[in-house]
């Protein structure tokens, strides 16, 4: 075998190798959901937050997605909470909600702001600790973090 013929071997194994990664990584794309949490302690980024959020569900309606809230994060999630402009969450949160997306409250946000679970739109749900709940998330179930 001469040295040309080495180099055009090793080249077209690599490209069938290139494109082998290329199309198996593909395919595991089709499979495997996103897993995300979007971290959310203060309102004022609520809004961007579900914006991105149906962005993602859009182009990858089966991703796994938590939204976290502690801190003045959480008040988006109260009854008859509204953005900057007079629009109410919850609709939006209704949607999402619909589409499989979790709506996670700090417990200990509420006992240091005195607020009450019955305070909240029926979507949320209450975790013991926001911080806590990213961490495990992100560590121990491989959820990738957003922050808006």
């Known amino acids: 075998?001469?040295?040309?013929?080495?180099?055009f071997i090793i080249a077209a194994a690599a490209l069938l190798l290139s494109a082998y990664g290329t199309t198996a990584a593909a395919a595991e794309d089709s499979v495997a959901p996103d897993k995300v949490v979007y971290h959310v302690n203060d309102s004022a980024d609520a809004r961007a937050?579900?914006?991105n959020i149906g962005n993602h569900l859009e182009v990858n309606p089966q991703a796994k997605i938590v939204v976290v809230s502690h801190s003045q994060g959480v008040d988006f999630l109260m009854?008859?909470?509204?953005?900057?402009?007079?629009?109410?969450y919850n609709i939006t949160v209704e949607e999402?909600?619909?589409?499989?997306?979790?709506?996670?409250?700090?417990?200990?946000t509420l006992k240091r702001r005195n607020l009450e679970k019955s305070q909240f739109i029926p979507e949320a749900k209450f975790v013991p600790s926001g911080?806590?709940?990213?961490?495990?998330l992100q560590q121990r179930e491989g959820y990738a973090y957003i922050k808006p």
Do not use: H, Y
């Open 79 to 88: 009854e008859g909470a509204k953005d900057k402009n007079g629009n109410p």
């Open 96 to 108: 999402l909600k619909g589409k499989g997306v979790t709506f996670d409250v700090c417990e200990i």
């Open 131 to 136: 911080v806590a709940e990213l961490a495990k």
């Open 49 to 51: 937050a579900l914006r």
């Open 1 to 7: 075998m001469t040295p040309k013929s080495l180099k």
